[in-house]
């Protein structure tokens, strides 16, 4: 949700945590702001509501000078969007400066506290209760981390701190409690750099230590201290990250949605690559430790998951039920926990999440770990917290995903679920013989047809003219289908913000076909499945009432075409893998739509790419 660089070293701070911020910008945000520690000895701040942009021109006017600096894009919980609300946050003595990711949940009981000792405070945040509680500490220890260590012993809630203090103008301290947004540290030559995801910093350096959950450092140009949040010292584990700068970045495209819809063929390619033997027809996922007695053993899969990737879980047990006869449920990670879930022994959580860091999925796995059952995910980010708590992960390898809505990862998890599929069916021997080629085959012809698909073509564009003004969708599918005409729909509202709703085509008649008319498109994904001819009766049922309907049919098939107002085409494949392919001409269009209403793509309105807070 917020983001968060910080820098220190023997460069200019304000500039490098600017750059780095707006590289987060898509984490979604509403207000952003800088403290650097000023050779004066005094901690100065900018702060601006609205895009970075703001900031960036007063800092043009006013820049801020000295080496040690943290930076903050706020996603407002607590407290209004204002400059007062915008982080960093001070201590009243101006000694401490802080900015935070995640909720203090019991900020309140603690700001009556402060207050009651005569501390003032400038802003509704729960932020500033922290920056106060540690200023506190400071004044009777002098110490910086250990003051920190004091402070956070009071906190109750999930949350990411970075603080800098007039104290000790020689470093910076990390703090990281629970599961809120990531904390990763980047080590350079004589300077170091900390961020709450990778992209910020990629540019300086590709050595990263990941802060775990109630993991402290000490970060100085130089070296780093790591150490528990009790005072252990630990042994930091440098990874060294392979993903590619430009890659993050938007290159030729206008949107990053519109590149990584486009890159999708690449991120198929690469989620497949080293995992098939095409040959023996055998599929390894080499960080799913899992013998072939475990396999069998296995009584039931609990898929947990949100928005998108709740979807690509529904998918998924299609695929795992048919390929791999194993009983699958899908929950929302915001509803696992509650409704007292039955997991245990010889069962797996299976969180599906691209960023890693969505709390209601981390809340869920926790729910699933508590249960005895094992854990595994389907993650985009490798070091991310879901990744790091599973027993074993299934890396999406589609690369930074920066768009706010869900395009690339979406279709690679999708193939890491199709895999496990595979893996899964041929270990528990029901996949096997000319039924495993057929689907290893598929497989193997998949990025080619997605090339065909992942080229925007003019067809989008042509609906979008004509229906961009629309206030309702309706978006129908069946079987695996089902989960892409959610999936459609939830891409076209997320971005153009036009209401649109995804059913499954067998139940119209029991209610949805009271809505039919002509000023709302039906959208109908018809591809050749088991389950083809229901749907062509339900564009049929659709047009008899006077709707208007664009259907999503497999290239030449005129019956279907003959049948709809509107036609976008895709080549076939098998039912398993069909929905990898449909889900791109549902992604082009709710993006032409939302292009032609001049939305802000990339970045709407109230969503952030990674949800850490409840
Ligand atoms: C997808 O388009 C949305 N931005 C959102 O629903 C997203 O899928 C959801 O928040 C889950 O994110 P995760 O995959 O990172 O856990």
Redesign the pocket.
């Known amino acids: 949700m917020c983001g968060i660089v910080g820098y220190i070293g023997t460069q200019a701070a304000a500039p490098l945590v600017l750059a780095g911020l707006q590289r987060l910008e898509y984490r979604g945000y509403d207000s952003a702001g800088i403290a650097v520690l000023h050779e004066a000895g005094e901690i100065v701040t900018e702060r601006a509501v609205g895009k970075l942009l703001y900031l960036a021109a007063r800092l043009e006017l006013a820049p801020l000078s000295g080496h040690i600096g943290i930076g903050h894009t706020r996603w407002a919980t607590h407290g209004g969007v204002t400059e007062e609300n915008a982080h960093p946050h001070l201590g009243m003595n101006g000694e401490v400066a802080v900015v935070h990711n995640g909720i203090i949940e019991n900020y309140a009981s603690l700001r009556r506290e402060l207050q009651a000792e005569g501390v003032t405070f400038t802003s509704e945040t729960d932020t500033e209760v922290v920056a106060q509680l540690v200023e506190r500490e400071l004044a009777q220890s002098g110490d910086l981390a250990a003051s920190v260590r004091a402070a956070l012993l009071r906190i109750e809630g999930a949350s990411s701190f970075v603080f800098i203090s007039t104290r000790q103008p020689d470093r910076i301290v990390v703090a990281r409690l629970g599961n809120a947004g990531g904390i990763v540290i980047g080590l350079g030559d004589r300077e170091t750099f900390i961020a709450s995801d990778i992209p910020a910093i990629l540019k300086h350096t590709r050595k990263i230590i990941f802060l775990e959950n109630r993991q402290l450092a000490v970060v100085r140009s130089d070296k780093i201290a790591l150490s528990t949040l009790s005072g252990a010292p630990l042994e930091p584990e440098i990874h060294a990250i392979s993903w590619d700068p430009v890659a993050a970045e938007k290159g030729a495209y206008r949107h990053f949605m519109q590149k990584e819809i486009a890159e999708q063929p690449r991120a198929i390619t690469d989620t497949i690559r080293g995992r098939v033997n095409f040959s023996s027809n055998r599929v390894h996922l080499e960080t799913l430790p899992l013998t072939v007695a475990e396999a069998r053993e296995l009584e039931k899969i609990t898929i947990v998951?949100?928005?998108?990737?709740y979807h690509a879980g529904l998918v998924g047990k299609f695929m795992l039920e048919n390929l791999a006869e194993v009983p699958v449920e899908v929950d929302y990670g915001s509803e696992f926990r509650y409704r007292r879930p039955l997991v245990g022994k010889n069962n797996v959580v299976l969180a599906?999440?691209?960023?890693?860091?969505?709390v209601d999925?981390l809340a869920a796995m926790e729910e699933g770990k508590r249960q005895g059952a094992k854990l595994w995910s389907i993650v985009n980010v490798l070091g991310s917290q879901a990744q790091r708590s599973s027993d074993g992960y299934i890396l999406m390898h589609a690369g930074p995903e920066i768009g706010?809505?869900?395009t690339k990862?979406f279709t690679a998890s999708l193939v890491d679920l199709y895999l496990l599929a595979l893996q899964l069916g041929t270990q528990r021997g029901v996949l096997q013989g000319e039924r495993l080629e057929e689907a290893i085959a598929a497989l193997a012809r998949l990025p080619q047809l997605a090339g065909q698909v992942a080229e925007e073509v003019e067809i989008y564009h042509r609906l979008a003219e004509i229906f961009y003004t629309r206030d309702h969708f309706l978006y129908l599918g069946r079987g695996p289908n089902y989960p892409i005409a959610l999936e459609g729909a939830?891409?076209l509202k997320?971005i153009s913000y036009i209401h649109a709703e995804g059913y499954p085509a067998g139940e119209m008649k029991h209610g949805p076909i009271a809505l039919i008319d002509r000023m709302m498109p039906v959208v109908a994904v018809a591809t050749r499945d088991g389950v083809y001819e229901k749907m062509i009766s339900q564009i049929e049922q659709v047009k008899a009432r006077g709707g208007i309907v664009i259907a999503l049919v497999e290239q030449g098939d005129e019956l279907a075409a003959a049948k709809a107002d509107y036609v976008m085409e895709v080549p076939g494949t098998t039912p398993f893998l069909a929905p990898i392919l449909n889900t791109i001409p549902l992604q082009w269009l709710s993006y032409a739509i939302a292009v032609r209403r001049g939305a802000d793509v990339d970045q709407p309105r109230n969503?952030a790419?990674?949800?850490t807070v409840e």
């Open positions: 998951a949100c928005g998108t990737s599906i999440t691209q960023s890693g860091e969505t999925t706010v809505a869900s990862a939830l891409k997320e969503l790419k990674s949800v």
